[in-house]
Each structure stands twice: as C-alpha cells, then as structure tokens.
C-alpha cells in the first residue's frame, strides 16, 4: 500500500471537486481578500493605518495584512480540516469506505488532513500573490513565499491534534464540526488581530502553547525586516519542532485507543 | 481454528449488542442484541445468501466480515484471516458495497470516483487506468453514459453497478454486498444478479445479504437464513425446501384493508397452528399461508370465506407447491410481518 498514491487520491479529489464546483473556485479566490478586509478593518478600529503598524509593532501593514489573511485561513485551520473531511465523508456516505483502505485509519486521517492543509495554503497563497506583486513589487512576493515555508512548518504540531479531533468526532458521532470553535480562539491568542501583550492574563498563557502564535511573530519579522534575525527564526523552528515532538507524541497515544473504540461501537 | 480459516468466510458464535439511549433528561440505556451466537460457513467459489427481514442483523455480520465493527464475542474469518486480529490483510482480500443510494462523491463523475476509490486502495496509475476501463465496460457503464455522468445525476441503477464496479476494483477474491439490488427496477436487479453469477463463474465468492426469497432462491448456491440475530436454518435453496416438503403453500391475493388481513392472519394462524404472513406485492396484499397438505384444500375455502366475511375482495386464491418464502414462513412462524417484500 503506497502511502503516495493515497495523498495523490486526496489532492485529486480536490481538485476534481473544485473542476466540478466552478463557483466555489470563485468564492475561494475571494475569502483571502474578504478576511484581509476584516483584519484591515479590526486594525484601522485604533484610528489611521500608521497608529495600526505602530500598535502591531510592523513595517509593511498591507503586506502584513495580506500575510495574516493566509495565516488565518491555512495555519489554524488544519484541525478544522481534517475533521471536516471525516465528517464530510460520513455524511456523503464514504467513511466506510475510506475505512476499508487497507492502511490505519488514523494514517489515512493524517494524510487527507496534511494534504488538505497544504491545499488550502497553496490556494490562499495563489490568491494573495497577485495582489502583494502590484501592491509591494517583487520582493513583497517573496517574502510571501517565505511565510509559505513558516506556515507549512506551523502545520506540522496540529497534525495530531487533527487527527484527534477528527477521530473523536467520528467516535462520539457528533454530527458536526465541533471542533470549529478552536479556530477563532487559536486566532485570538495568536496576535493577529491584536498584540499578545494586550491579551488578559489567561490567554496570553494559552498564546505561548498555541503553534499559531509563533507563525504569526514570523509574519511579522517577514513584513518587518528584508532579512529578519537569524537567532529569532531558530527560536521559531526550535519551539515549533518542540510543540511537533510533544503534541504528535500524545496525540498517537489517544488516536490508537480512540481507533479501537470506533470499531468496537461502530461509529464509522 | 485451521477449518474456520480455510473457508472463504467464517463466523463463529458472533454476538454484538448495541446499547439505545432514549430520552434527554431522564435517558434511558437499553441493551440490543443485534446477534446472538450467529455461526455459518462459506466455501469458495459460491454464491452465499444471508436472508432475513430488516433487523435480523444482516448488516451487523457484513460489518463484522468487512472489519467496520468488532463482535463482542466470537471470531469471524475472511479468506483465511481473523477479522479483529489482522484486519488490515481481511481488507486486502474483500471488495464491499453496503448501500446503493450512497457513497460515492456527488459531484465527480463515474470514472472519476473509480480513480479515487482505485488510488486509494493502492492500485499503480497503469493497473488502475486499465482497471477502470475494464470495469466501466464490464458492468455498462459506458453503454448508460454513467462514466461520464456526475454522481448526484445517476439513477439507482447506475448507483448499483458503479457500487459493484468500486467492489471489484481491487479484483478481491471476496464479494460482502449488502442488499445489492434494493429498490432496484426489476431489469437492473435482473442484471446486478446475472453479474454477480458471472463473478462466481470466474471464481469469486460472494456474500449477499437479502430481504427478497425470490433472490435468495434464484441466485444463491447456500442460503443461511437469519431472524432476530440468530442463523435458524442453513442450506442450498433445494435442502432447505425439503424441510417443507409435507406442507403446501397457500396463496390469497387480496385487495382491501392491510390490517384486516394481518388481523385474518393471526386469526388463521391461532385456529389451525399454521404459519402465515402477510405482505404487500404489486398493488395487492397477498396472504401466504402454509399448511400440511392433507388440509389445504379445505383450509382454502374457509380462508377465502372468511377473507369474504371480513370485506376483503379476493383476486386469486391457489395452492402451490412452497417456496422459499414458505421456509421462512415456517421457521419463524410467520416473521414479523412485514410490507417490505418486493419481487423483482
């Protein structure tokens, strides 16, 4: 069984479905724009764009508004999406098929959630490009291209947590996304939308635990600095690959007993 | 053990319970027996009808043999391998349709949801490519244009055979379908059958579960009959009429109050310890009773007059040699009666 050939079956069925849904093609194009409108509007709530860049603690608003537009479509949204494919699959009637694939289903699960994380970072990426080439030129694009990499990287410590959440969703027959609630909170302890320092106590502690919030300081040194500070970007990767390590690790825990659990209730 | 796993399929004393919670406030917890020790045998190479009315537990054991659903005891074994212990060498080994109506992406094609199906199960580009042709032309679907055809655009007939067709694509040695012609037109359950007989003749086995007799008759080589969780007889279509063989099967088609007649039924089988049953069939409500031969003339007369007292129109009354139907009738005394009995 060739792993390859089931993350090959989960992009294609993207894009399949985007080919049959022309309309959500468009709408798709659009949400990175929508959010970044929504960010825009949070951020000028201070008063004018120069008291915003001031507040955030960034050079370049616009492309860091178009960069946390992406971070907040792709980065958190893992979590959501590999328990919204498993839901889909129930309701459309394809679990039990999905089941019969003759790999673990949690391996199944972590690659129909890595591959669909990375299509919709890929896809918000293409949205967004055009618009940071003729608003900040060449370089706005590459820098963009470097938070594509942070991102992707960022992904990595949800990967179990998603699958968790898909797993214990499918197992406590939930019939819908419960787990999308974590989204807005993920984004409101990651500094987004406001400095971390402005948070309450509370949340500021759940932001040094949140993966996302270490995506968006890298948003903001790309937006900041041509060439952000070596030593900061090693902080980043090394916290993230700890995160990685410590949530990956605690998720196969639960994931091997949840898996055992679906079978013998018969949840799928 | 060793002559457990050298037959195609095997169960052995399977039980699943279910736990039904009602109520919000106050929930109540109570426990199902969905199957109750079921055991049966099927050797390669044949047809296998597992036949019982809904909630038998049909779909309990093809769960169980397609590794969706753990039993609480028991073992079962699919080509040589113990579902609970490797289950991902019984998946290898199976291809599986569990409903007509779903399960299958709605808006990608035929072909495309074949690919999908074929990547996933681990099929190479090459092997899949030519596999899904074959396949699209084996079970027609080309011919209907369902290759082409969005999912959601599909008839229940199309559904059918791409559902056979995602079965097969593996090219499994082991068939589990779960009622593969339910609400099927007769033409396209015609077809799905002689398919299916194709396959066997190729070396396949095949499990198929099914409410209809006139299926379970026509198609099955072995048919294990089940009720309330449990296999009550097991046996070729033939063997298993031999059991009836000094009885004779008494037939009144009727039109007027379906619950008259159930009311008739009870009243006919408390009388003269006679199994009946009644069910709904080509806009008439047939009642089906079965009787030793020596009185079934005689039962005859009094059913069509008392069916007369009762306000019913009879439309045909007769005396037939029993079907399978009338195995099943007199193994269950009559089953819960039921209007879901359709031939095709």
């Known amino acids: 069984m060739s792993l390859k050939s089931i993350a090959k079956a989960e992009l294609l069925i993207h894009l399949w479905w985007l080919k049959n849904n022309r309309p959500l093609l468009v709408l798709w194009f659009l949400w990175p724009y929508l959010t970044a409108l929504f960010i825009l509007a949070l951020g000028t709530a201070y008063g004018r764009i120069e008291e915003f860049r001031e507040t955030m603690g960034i050079a370049s608003p616009i492309l860091y508004i178009f960069v946390g537009s992406a971070v907040v479509f792709a980065s958190a949204s893992i979590v959501d999406i590999a328990t919204g494919i498993a839901l889909w699959h129930r309701w459309i009637g394809t679990l039990t098929y999905i089941y019969l694939v003759p790999v673990r289903f949690n391996t199944y699960l972590v690659l129909s959630g890595v591959v669909g994380g990375l299509f919709m970072i890929v896809q918000n990426f293409a949205a967004i490009v055009p618009a940071i080439i003729i608003l900040e030129g060449l370089s706005g694009g590459l820098r963009l291209l470097a938070v594509l990499g942070v991102m992707i990287l960022g992904m990595v410590p949800l990967i179990g947590v998603a ?21 807005p909170l993920l984004l409101l302890v990651s500094g987004i939308f406001y400095p971390v320092e402005i948070l309450p106590r509370i949340l500021r502690v759940l932001s040094d635990i949140v993966p996302v919030t270490y995506i968006v300081e890298s948003a903001k040194l790309i937006a900041t600095y041509a060439y952000p500070p070596g030593s900061t970007i090693v902080y980043i990767a090394a916290i993230l690959a700890t995160m990685a390590l410590v949530y990956n690790s605690w998720s196969a825990l639960i994931v091997s007993r949840s898996e055992r659990y679906i079978r013998r209730r018969g949840t799928i | 053990m060793d002559s457990l796993s ?70 079962a074994f699919v080509a040589g391998y113990s579902t609970t212990r490797e289950p991902l060498e019984v998946r290898k080994r199976i291809g599986v349709m569990l409903s007509v109506e779903r399960g299958f992406f709605w808006r990608l094609t035929g072909r495309e949801n074949l690919k999908y199906f074929g990547m996933l199960y681990g099929l190479s580009s090459r092997v899949l490519e030519e596999r899904v042709e074959e396949l699209i032309e084996l079970l027609g679907l080309r011919e209907l244009g369902a290759d082409k055809k969005k999912f959601e655009d599909m008839s229940l007939g199309m559904k059918a055979r791409l559902g056979l067709a995602r079965a097969l694509l593996k090219d499994p040695p082991v068939l589990l379908l779960d009622e593969p ?13 002689r398919l299916l007989r194709e396959l066997v003749s190729q070396g396949k086995t095949i499990l198929v579960t099914t409410h209809n007799m006139f299926e379970a008759e026509t198609l099955c080589d072995r048919v294990g009959i089940i009720h309330r969780g449990e296999i009550i007889a097991e046996g070729s279509p033939r063997e298993l009429k031999k059991r009836v063989a000094k009885k004779l099967s008494i037939l009144l088609r009727l039109v007027g109050s379906y ?28 009642l089906r009773v079965v009787a030793d031969r020596a009185e079934s003339e005689q039962l005859l007369a009094v059913l069509v007059k008392a069916a007369v007292d009762r306000g019913l129109k009879v439309i045909e009354s007769r005396v037939e040699e029993p079907t399978l139907e009338d195995v099943f009738i007199e193994l269950t005394g009559g089953g819960s009666v039921s209007k879901e009995y359709s031939e095709s």
């Open chain 2, 181 to 193: 012609t339910l609400g099927l037109d007769p033409p396209s359950a015609r077809y799905i059958r």
């Open chain 1, 163 to 183: 699958v968790v959440a898909a797993i214990l969703t499918i197992a406590a027959r939930v019939e819908t996304n419960v787990v999308s609630f974590i989204n």
């Open chain 2, 259 to 286: 619950r008259v007649t159930e009311e008739l039924s009870r009243w006919v089988s408390s009388r003269n310890s006679v199994s009946s049953r009644v069910v709904e069939r080509d806009r008439a409500i047939e």
């Open chain 2, 6 to 75: 050298s037959s195609a399929i095997a169960a052995n004393k399977l039980v699943k319970y279910y736990w039904e919670k009602k109520g919000f406030l106050k929930p109540t917890i109570k426990k199902v027996e969905a199957l109750r020790g079921v055991s049966f045998r099927v050797e390669w190479g044949i047809i296998y009808g597992l036949l019982g009315p809904n909630g038998a537990g049909k779909t309990t054991t093809v769960k169980i043999l397609a590794t969706l659903l753990e039993p609480d005891s028991g073992e």
